[in-house]
């Protein structure tokens, strides 16, 4: 009778996991990734509001060292075309300019400044320069917060006024501050000659300089809408000033005198919930901002709009406590 051979088990062999297991171990995974993906984005956020500060606190260093050099600060904006009227002193005889055109030498764009001043122009063209190839389409990162994605590729993201042909800021200069609330005409309004040395009675410390705007801003729901508005670096045409405190969306003061700031938005949709006559933050529950004395302040979205008219108030004689 034939033996048979004997079949010994494999040692170190595993069986493979069952379905079941198999499925609880992916179950397991996701809910791991939908833990950690928060904080993960939340960091990222944390990181780009983080630069953000940084920008503006070299914002408020540059205007500093500008009204050092000048012994003022700049002017909102320069008028559209040229008038010995308008833009006085060591500010006179441009056109197109705005606060963050004078600033270009003071945030290592000094090459991009002299090419302007060469015909003391915005429209000065650029070499190689996209867009409309001149120097008010040309993306200045440093105006730019990483958190704000209204406007790809840096440009505004309408046709309206041709503001796709026009690189967009993130940040916006206070018209108390940078005006002259009491002058006359619109345009005169928008052509103050502030000294940080005197024009802060209520103290640097306690009057917002510069806050956040979205570079493209809408209500319809489109961007690309006539009602779709902006904030662009470098253009002193009316609505798309970069400009806050002014309280109307075609940011054109038509009163005298200074206004009570009207109060921030954070983090709103910027195709169906930006007002574009106030300033608006891309981060959520916070405006960040610049102060008179160059530091950099991150204001809770919950201050009151009193509070905040009177921050952004340089001269009204109240005081705010701690805000």
């Known amino acids: 009778m034939s033996s048979r051979p004997h079949h010994r088990p494999l040692v170190g062999v595993r069986r493979g996991f069952t379905l079941v297991e198999l499925l609880v171990v992916i179950a397991i995974i996701g809910t791991l990734i939908g833990l950690l993906l928060p904080a993960v984005q939340a960091a990222r956020e944390a990181a780009r509001s983080m630069q953000c500060k940084n920008h503006l606190k070299q914002v408020g260093l540059a205007l500093h060292t500008i009204n050092d050099a000048k012994r003022y600060l700049p002017p909102i904006t320069a008028p559209t075309?040229?008038?010995p009227l308008l833009t006085r002193g060591p500010f006179y005889g441009v056109v197109g300019f705005t606060v963050f055109t004078w600033l270009l030498p003071y945030v290592e764009q000094a090459p991009l400044y002299d090419l302007a001043m060469t015909q003391r122009t915005v429209y000065t063209p650029v070499p190689g320069a996209p867009g409309a190839g001149v120097i008010y389409s040309v993306s200045v990162p440093l105006y730019l917060c990483p958190t704000e994605m209204s406007s790809p590729g840096g440009l505004g993201a309408t046709t309206s006024g041709g503001a796709n042909q026009w690189a967009v800021g993130h940040y916006a200069t206070n018209y108390n501050v940078f005006g002259?609330?009491?002058?006359?005409?619109?345009?005169?309004?928008m052509q103050g000659a502030s000294r940080i040395s005197q024009s802060f009675p209520d103290g640097t410390s306690n009057t917002v300089m510069v806050a956040e705007r979205y570079g493209t801003c809408g209500s319809s729901g489109v961007a690309d809408d006539p009602s779709t508005n902006g904030c662009l670096w470098s253009d002193s045409n009316s609505?798309?000033?970069?400009?806050?405190?002014?309280?109307?969306?075609?940011?054109?003061?038509?009163?005298?005198?200074?206004?009570?700031?009207?109060?921030?938005?954070?983090?709103?949709?910027?195709?169906?919930?930006c007002d574009s006559s106030r300033a608006q933050s891309p981060h959520s529950g916070i405006m960040n901002v610049t102060l008179g004395d160059a530091s950099v302040r991150s204001v809770d979205g919950s201050i009151s709009p009193t509070t905040w008219a009177t921050v952004c108030h340089p001269a009204d004689g109240l005081t705010v406590g701690d805000w």
């Open 81 to 83: 075309s040229r008038d």
């Open 180 to 189: 002259n609330p009491g002058a006359a005409t619109p345009d005169l309004r």
């Open 239 to 273: 609505r798309w000033r970069p400009v806050f405190c002014v309280n109307e969306t075609m940011q054109t003061p038509s009163t005298q005198g200074f206004t009570a700031c009207a109060m921030f938005q954070t983090a709103p949709n910027w195709r169906s919930g």
